[in-house]
C-alpha cells in the first residue's frame, strides 16, 4: 500500500520554466510534509517543509503549495535552472514530525534543459 | 563539521555472504535511522536506533536483517546470507532528537549481489 503517491515519474522543462510536481496522501494522521533533493550518488537533502495549516509555503524559487480537504501538495521550483536537475521526492510523516520516520514519495527525475 | 559518514559507498557481495554496511551520524546526534533505496523506488524506512536501543524496526524484514547502534562505535546494519533482492542503496540518517526535524541523511552504501 502506497501511502504517498507522487507524479509525474519524470519532468523535462526548459531553463526559466516552472516545474510542478504533485503528491498526494491517503493517511489523515501525516500532518508534516516535508520536499528532498537527490542529486546523483549523493544521499536526499531536505529543500522545504511544510505543515497543514498553512496552504502555501514559499523559500527563494521554491513554493509548497497544500490542500488539506483533497489531501494534496505539490512543490513549484519558479525561473527552472540547469542546477535544479535531480530527482525530488515528496515526504509525510504524523505527530507534526516527531514520529523518527518518512515515508516517501517514489520520486520525480527533473531534467531542466539550457 | 563532517555529516553523516557511511562506508563502503559501494560493496559487492556474492549471494549467500553476509553484508555490513556501516554508518557513523553526525556529532552531537543520537538518533540514527536506516532507509532501503530499490531501484525506481524512493526510499523506505527500516529501523530506528538511539545508543544501544532498537526504538523502531516496523520497516525491517523479518528474516537475514538486523541493526545495532552501540555505545562506542558506528550504527551496523547486518545483511546475512544476501540475495539478488537486496540489491539497493541503504541510506542512514541521523538527528539530534526524535522526530524529522534535523535529519540528516549521509550519501548511503549502494550494495550490488552477484
Known amino acids: 500500500q502506497q501511502q504517498v503517491k507522487q507524479s509525474p515519474q519524470s519532468l523535462i522543462v526548459q531553463k526559466g520554466g516552472i516545474s510542478i510536481i504533485n503528491c498526494a496522501y491517503e493517511?489523515?494522521?501525516?500532518?508534516?510534509f516535508p520536499w528532498y533533493q537527490q542529486f546523483p550518488g549523493k544521499g536526499p537533502a531536505l529543500l522545504i517543509a511544510i505543515r497543514p495549516d498553512v496552504s502555501e509555503k514559499k523559500e527563494g524559487r521554491f513554493t509548497i503549495s497544500f490542500n488539506k480537504s483533497a489531501k494534496q501538495f505539490s512543490l513549484h521550483i519558479m525561473d527552472s535552472q540547469p542546477g535544479d536537475s535531480a530527482t525530488y521526492f515528496c515526504a509525510a510523516s504524523r505527530d507534526g514530525g516527531s514520529q523518527g520516520n518518512l515515508i516517501f514519495g517514489k520520486g520525480t527525475k527533473l531534467s531542466v534543459k539550457p | 563539521n563532517a555529516g553523516v559518514m557511511q562506508n563502503p559507498r559501494h560493496l559487492v557481495r556474492r549471494r549467500g555472504q553476509e553484508a555490513r554496511l556501516r554508518c557513523s551520524p553526525m556529532k552531537g546526534h543520537s538518533h540514527v535511522y536506516w532507509y532501503r533505496q530499490l531501484p525506481e523506488e524512493g526510499l523506505k524506512f527500516m529501523v530506528y536506533l538511539q545508543k544501544e536501543n532498537i526504538i523502531d524496526e516496523s520497516g525491517m524484514p523479518k528474516e537475514r536483517f538486523s541493526a545495532e547502534f552501540p555505545k562506542e562505535g558506528p550504527s551496523i546494519l547486518r545483511i546475512q546470507q544476501v540475495v539478488r533482492g537486496d540489491s539497493a542503496a541503504y541510506f542512514c540518517?541521523?538527528?539530534?532528537?526524535?522526530?524529522?526535524?534535523?535529519?540528516?541523511f549521509g550519501s548511503g552504501t549502494r550494495l550490488t549481489v552477484v
Open positions: 540518517a541521523s538527528s539530534p532528537k526524535t522526530g524529522v526535524y534535523g535529519y540528516t
Open positions: 493517511n489523515t494522521a501525516f500532518d508534516y
